[in-house]
């Protein structure tokens, strides 16, 4: 009798040890100090997270069936990539660390990709091109996803609204003369 209930305060223990833990940051000071020690770890919450592409295509190796495997590779890229985005695409984002840093996060933003998504979708397309042993073509592939990003950020402005708008009239005895 003494053991279970011994047993469930341990694990209660345990369980408010781990959710302090997660505790977000409250400054900018602290994100960036939670920041720094998550993309030097080899695993977060008790996932293994590589440390490039290399590595990844590993995990993924190990990670995924033949038959999945078999099924992903029958895929054209892009279409492997808008399918699995849902899915395969949130796994990596959420298992891999990218919105809260993480050294493959790191990495990526070292190759040029900074959005979590995109750096999902950059993993799918390049596993897929591993899988078929094509070139990666890395730097293509990055100008495109900066492209994408330009081009979203540019309709992004011409298409917003001014909410407020303001003219100042200079008073002439402030010019300092």
Do not use: C
């Amino acid at each position: 009798m003494i053991k279970p209930v011994l047993l469930t305060i341990g694990l209660l223990l345990f369980s408010l040890q781990f959710l302090a833990a997660q505790k977000p940051a409250e400054t900018l000071s602290e994100y960036e100090e939670t920041y720094k020690w998550r993309i030097r770890q080899d695993y977060l919450y008790g996932v293994y997270i590589p440390k490039d592409l290399g590595d990844a295509f590993i995990q993924l190796n190990k990670l995924i069936d033949a038959d999945s495997k078999k099924d992903f590779m029958s895929l054209p890229e892009e279409q492997a990539a808008d399918i699995l985005f849902f899915s395969f695409g949130r796994w990596i984002t959420h298992n891999w660390g990218f919105y809260g840093g993480s050294r493959l996060s790191e990495f990526l933003r070292g190759v040029g990709i900074y959005h979590p998504e995109d750096m999902a979708r950059f993993v799918i397309i390049t596993y897929h091109r591993n899988l078929h042993r094509k070139s990666l073509d890395v730097k293509a592939l990055v100008d495109q996803f900066q492209e994408k990003t330009r081009l979203e950020q540019e309709a992004k402005k011409k298409g917003g609204e001014i909410i407020y708008e303001e003219t100042r009239k200079r008073d002439p005895k402030d010019d300092g003369s």
